[in-house]
């Protein structure tokens, strides 16, 4: 295992070599995870010009955190004391210390009062800065099986949770409470925790994107949709479902479900490595374009998951880029009529060489409309 | 309602303009909030030369939230339509084009990234952006008798939540399931949702400052630490109480109980308009000094609370400034012994006038030991 974080901070260390950098200083909390495992908060990485410089630096530990408490990595870590400062502005300093001349930051997570601190206490002189980018969302993007089964297991949990929460009555229940019931579910069957806010949408509220739960409950006729995800390991997955409450569906209920079915099979047909993420995108919009959805739609139809819910790559209009072998995604989207409801399908897969079959589906409860 | 907020507005509108500026773009989410109620996520507030020139830019919408839908203040709202990029160089573009010359910023929460693009649309002839500072934290200390009032419901729900477990068979259940029943518990007594991630820390685990619920189980004879909060209306409160489990502490565990008190009392007595908020600090740290708890304290006796569940002041001791009426804060000393437990008991309370009996308690629940 630790292994794996050498490796990766081995990897980044030839990007940002290659751009000119002769250390970086990783911050945003999901990059120092995939680089260095699970860390304190606000614990920052120096990634420098050997394994041996790499330095991972802590803030004030909690009061019973022991310093050093890291055996399983061959990480060097440093733990500052009470009233010690920014992590952020020690690393930098020690960077300078070890000769190096550019330190690429992360700017798009390092806020402007953070990146002042450092540069005043490194004046230009001593130690430039430059701009890390999303060098390490980019080595993020393709999940090694290791990555992948910690989402196969997750996966796995939601979707138990969802099974046992069908068998369950829901007439008469509010949003929260089923909401709050599928995340106790996730935690019974083994997730750190829900990977997102739980989304539980009835009647008029189904079928929206992003619905807080409220206190509407399930009534007979209801679209009910259904989101959640569970963290597992650190790795986050989702799974959304919609369903009909009661024994006959209406015609409006079931051919907007078969025209969002069809759209979210269209989207997961096109999950095949080498295209271009864009065209997923549009695989699944057109669907619902011609049927005269164009308006309202969601942004984009999905989009990568691994140590945040919503990581590269964008499956949506614009997105640049290709689909690798190894990239877990979602396809995820939906038709939201105000004040009637709608449908939203989304699954966690994995896209797969065709010669191998095709995407992994990771979420695999039925996607068959269910009357409950 | 609205009144409040422009109102609030209006007093940001005399700090900035006190020190040069003659706009500001607020992005802290919790601070936004504060100024012009709830608003989508990564909306951003410009706050101009005078009410009419206030408005809040919000990123492109959710499928079924129609832009303008604000109908309970008179701030202006822009809804920014798909890709049309970062609502703060939008909102910083309109700022120069209502011929404000110097925009202050937060620079405490833009990013690097997102400070380089205002500047790239805005070159320094047409706009030159200062620094906001914390400004609208200073505003958000002091809270109004409404705001007091939401951090009064929200006290006596997680009063509530507590007690209900308290009546509950506890011995065998984990960690995670008790922490997980409490949330369910503030949800169900009307909270938008726990205030922070609820801690149940048994046994070795407890009186730990930030214990991850764990499935280790409750046992005779342990100390099981509780602290939770509830959300209400946006506001956040916290509880903390430590019990034992059995009918018969333990010596050193009445003994360890009773000094916690006692510092936790001494914190509580401090809180008086006019002390400095170190004093309050002091109060509570040397009765865990004396005693011979120097090492491993936490690094702060407690904190401001509000919109968000850690705000200003800070009881630390080297904190500036001192306690005004109306203020809220915890109070929530604690001790921890490695491999054996400890206690922590937090209360949140509201600074009031001596004259009218001394700080006001919101989290009434019994202070004493309790066996259960």
């Not at 995870?33 to 041996?52: E, I, N, T």
């Not at 601190?117 to 980018?133: H, N, Q, T």
């Not at 008469?172 to 409470?177: I, K, L, M, P």
């Not at 005269?292 to 997105?319: F, K, S, W």
Request: charged fraction near 25%.
């Amino acid at each position: 295992m630790p292994e794996v974080y050498a490796a990766r901070r081995s990897r980044l260390r030839g990007r940002f070599n290659a751009a000119g950098s002769t250390a970086a200083l990783v911050s945003r909390p999901a990059n120092v995870r995939y680089l260095a495992g699970p860390v304190p908060d606000g614990a920052v990485l120096l990634v420098g010009r050997s394994d041996a410089h790499d330095l991972l630096v802590c803030p004030e530990p909690a009061d019973d955190r022991a310093a050093g408490v890291r055996t399983d990595d061959s990480l060097r870590v440093q733990t500052l004391t009470a009233g010690a400062g920014d992590p952020a502005v020690a690393a930098a300093d020690l960077a300078a210390g070890h000769d190096a001349d550019c330190l690429a930051v992360e700017e798009h997570h390092l806020t402007v009062a953070r990146h002042r601190a450092l540069r005043s206490v490194l004046p230009a002189s001593r130690l430039r800065l430059s701009d890390l980018g999303r060098a390490v969302e980019q080595l993020r993007v393709v999940k090694d099986e290791e990555e992948i089964s910690c989402l196969r297991i997750g996966a796995e949990i939601a979707d138990q949770a969802l099974s046992e929460l069908l068998e369950s009555i829901l007439v008469g229940r509010t949003e929260r409470h089923l909401a709050l019931e599928l995340e106790r579910r996730l935690v019974d069957h083994g997730a750190d925790g829900p990977a997102f806010a739980t989304s539980v949408a009835t009647g008029p509220h189904s079928g929206r994107r992003s619905h807080r739960p409220t206190d509407r409950r399930v009534e007979e006729g209801d679209f009910l949709s259904v989101s959640l995800g569970a963290s597992y390991r650190g790795y986050r997955c989702s799974i959304g479902r919609t369903f009909v409450i009661g024994t006959s569906p209406a015609d409006w209920q079931i051919d907007l479900y078969d025209l969002v079915f069809a759209a979210q099979r269209a989207g997961r047909e096109a999950l095949v490595p080498g295209s271009a993420h864009r065209d997923v995108d549009h695989a699944a919009r057109q669907v619902l374009d011609s049927a005269g959805y164009a308006e309202g739609l969601p942004a984009r139809t999905g989009h990568g998951v691994g140590l945040e819910i919503d990581e590269d790559p964008q499956l949506a209009p614009a997105a640049m880029g290709k689909l690798d072998a190894c990239v877990p995604v979602t396809v995820e989207p939906g038709v939201h009529l105000p004040g009637r409801g709608g449908v939203r399908i989304d699954d966690t897969l994995v896209v797969r060489p065709e010669a191998d079959g095709g995407p992994e589906l990771l979420t695999i409860t039925t996607k068959e409309l269910l009357a409950l």
